[in-house]
């Protein structure tokens, strides 16, 4: 599988406290990109990171890119009960038969308690 | 609105029917894209699309068909040879499949066979 893969599973934190998720994938990529989906609803797109970027901020996001590594990570500061849902990266290759493609992975479920 | 629209919400399914999903944008878009969504397993590709009266198969194309007429819309057909088709299916589009662009997801059509 060209999947990319969320750690960990299943992340549960207190109002306020950061949340840090990972995701390994395995081919060189245009892009990373990660995505929150509530239950029973559609992906939104959070942030686009190019391969040639280190890092990316957007409002209480951070996302860093390590391609040597082929790894992201996505920090959510100052978390609200509001950012429950679940989170997935998703690999955009950039060669060959799968250019186009985007690749998710199995998701993060992230749970904020009050 | 711009925006990506899937219909219907809930479907059900009986044994050997075939049934279609609807798809449509107005964001302009070249690529389209299904994929099938199971808990615990993430997003699986089923098809993409990159350009109108084209297509290609995903990962887990067996049992479906799609078709790509304009611009607007791709539907996705669940045939009575998929076996297990019972799902959330995500549509999503993109300006271009080959540059760095984010998706837009649709709010998904829950399949059940019945």
């Known amino acids: 599988s060209q999947q990319g893969e969320e750690d960990p599973q299943a992340l549960s934190i207190q109002e306020g406290e950061n949340a840090t998720m990972n995701c390994s994938y395995k081919?060189?990529?245009?892009?990373l990109q990660w995505y929150r989906q509530n239950s029973g609803r559609g992906l939104v797109h959070l942030i686009l990171?190019?391969?040639?970027?280190r890092e990316k901020h957007s409002g209480r996001l951070r996302v860093t890119l390590d391609t040597s590594k082929k790894s992201s990570s996505l920090l959510i500061t100052a978390s609200r009960a509001a950012d429950t849902a679940s989170y997935f990266c998703?690999?955009?290759?950039?060669?060959?038969?799968?250019?186009?493609?985007?690749?998710f992975g199995r998701g993060t479920q992230l749970t904020v308690w009050p | 609105d711009g925006g990506i629209t899937q219909s219907p919400k809930y479907l059900f399914r009986k044994e050997g029917q075939n049934v279609t999903l609807s798809c449509e944008q107005n964001?302009?878009?070249?690529?389209m894209y299904w994929y099938r969504q199971d808990p615990g397993q993430g997003l699986r590709l089923i098809y993409y699309?990159?350009?109108?009266?084209?297509?290609q198969k995903g990962d887990i194309a067996e049992g479906y068909s799609v078709s790509r007429e304009k611009k607007e819309s791709f539907p996705l057909t669940v045939t009575s040879a998929q076996k297990n088709p019972t799902a959330f299916y995500l549509c999503?589009?993109?300006?271009?499949?080959?540059?760095?662009?984010?998706?837009?997801f649709g709010q998904g059509t829950r399949l059940t066979v019945v």
């Open positions: 999503a589009s993109r300006l271009d499949g080959r540059e760095n662009a984010e998706a837009f």
């Open positions: 081919t060189s990529i245009n892009n």
């Open positions: 990171i190019r391969s040639n970027e």
């Open positions: 998703a690999t955009d290759p950039d060669r060959g038969s799968t250019l186009g493609r985007l690749y």
């Open positions: 964001l302009n878009h070249d690529a």
């Open positions: 699309s990159q350009i109108v009266n084209d297509f």
